[in-house]
């Protein structure tokens, strides 16, 4: 769960799975929901683009 760009910033258990907190390069933070059962697969809060919109990477 970790790219070149993307840095976790901390990580926490919800009812409905594993919300994580990451900080892009430019300094944005995004949350991202996964949910039990989708192993490596992110929800990223707000839309499907797990892109940042600020710097697009
Ligand atoms: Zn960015």
Known sequence: MR???HTIVSRHTTS???VVWT???CGRLQMALI???ARGKALAAGGH??????CGR
Not at 49 to 54: H, V
């Open 23 to 25: 900080r892009c390069g």
């Open 35 to 37: 949910p039990y059962g």
């Open 3 to 5: 790219t070149n760009t």
């Open 49 to 54: 683009d797990r892109q940042c919109p600020r």
């Open 16 to 18: 409905e799975g594993v």
